[in-house]
């Protein structure tokens, strides 16, 4: 899966590019392959900034803060978890289609993952689906384009010949968006909670403190650029539905088990990743259980639990045998316990208290329990608990308005 967020306004402020930055940061835990950012000026300039880096690498780049300028109206951010096409920066979003003039038609960032990118024109052109289905709308407009796919999709774009930012999901992806008090302010992510934590860090209140859902199969236009501190409006457009299909999963089920596309990274990657999410909340989700350790070994003779590999025999002795071990015993399995840090690796315990000692690395504020659950952003920098599901805002609100 990937991220998206980003940011429209017809007064924009440096408060707002920290919340940006901000949801980039938070955005990492949905997408690490790469990050960019389209910046939209007000002479219709289209300008990207992109790298095969993860988002709180990106951040720290010493190009982002001169690439969001105050004078933009709109900033189109995403972070890639690649499913397909190499990881490079030309597969990164966003992505631009330009005219035989080079001049921008459209630029935009895609979630999801398509399973016929050979219906698309000219899509041997392109190294990911994504591109090739902008290119796709560039020719065909969005309609006719959204009808012929099949697969993911969650797609936030700005179409510069119809002067219109553009949003639309299917159910197999999420949207979030918001106003900042006053409507003058649209703020979008994948994620509610990271909307909800970005702002209430910079202190953009949102109007009537409510992160709405976009509604499936529904095309969201705003008309952009608006004038300086024009309140927003938004114009809906239902029925826009792409070719009708089982869900992700189950139609990776039936393939596999009609001997069909069951090597398919893409499925494979998303029927892991949808069984995850499935039972779990938008919140609960970015949260990554600190307190399960993997035990790499035990006693003679048992499995590894992270690779269910037998280990060979340990010879003892027989004054080992007839000794009271049992303390020893019980000190050696957990000293071998092993934790999951920031990109898998295993931890020892004592390496795990180590990069927990300084706290949260994002209120820097609570202390972090391994026992507790948190996330890593980067190697010994954790995120606790409550700034992931916005606890850590005492007058923020929970509540969520969906399908607005």
Known sequence: MCGLVGIYSSNMLAKHR???????????????????????????????????????????????????????????????????????KTNAHPFSIDDEDGGCLIVGAHNGTLRNKHVLKEHARFGTDSEALFNNIAIEGLEDSIAKVE???????????EEELRFIRNK??????AYEEGKK????????????????????????DNVYSLAEDTLYSFPAPMKINEELVVKRKG????????????????????????????????????????????????IVVGQNPVTTTTQSGTEQQNSGEKQPQKNVSSSEKGSNTQPNKVQDILSAKKYKGHG???????????????GCGWCELEFISPDERFAWMAPGKPVCHKCLTGQAIPEQKSTQTVCH
């Not at 197999?172 to 968006?177: A, G």
């Not at 302010?185 to 009537?208: D, P, Q």
Request: with cysteine; charged share 25%; aromatic share 10%.
């Open 185 to 208: 302010t649209l703020i979008w992510a994948s994620e509610m909670w990271m909307i909800r934590v970005a702002c209430s860090r910079y202190n953009v209140k949102l109007e009537g």
């Open 151 to 161: 697969g993911a999709w969650a797609l936030t774009y700005y179409d510069h010949l």
């Open 18 to 88: 920290d919340v940006l930055t901000a949801m980039l940061y938070l955005d990492t835990w949905r997408g690490r392959d790469s990050t960019g950012v389209a910046a939209i000026r007000h002479n219709a300039d289209t300008a990207i900034l992109k790298s095969t880096v993860p988002g709180y690498e990106f951040v720290e780049g010493p190009k982002l803060e001169n690439h969001l300028r105050l004078n933009d109206f709109c900033w189109i951010g995403h972070n890639r978890f690649g499913t397909m096409g190499k990881n490079i």
């Open 172 to 177: 197999e992806r999420p949207l979030f968006y």
């Open 344 to 358: 898998g690796v295993l931890l020892s315990k004592r390496e795990l208290d180590e990069q927990l000692e300084n």
């Open 239 to 286: 029925g826009v539905v792409g070719k009708e299909t089982p869900t992700f999963f189950q139609r990776w089920n039936k393939d596999k088990r009609t001997g069909g596309a069951s090597e398919n990274h893409t499925a494979t990657h998303q029927k892991r990743t949808e069984t995850t999410q499935s039972s779990e909340t938008s919140s609960q989700r970015a």
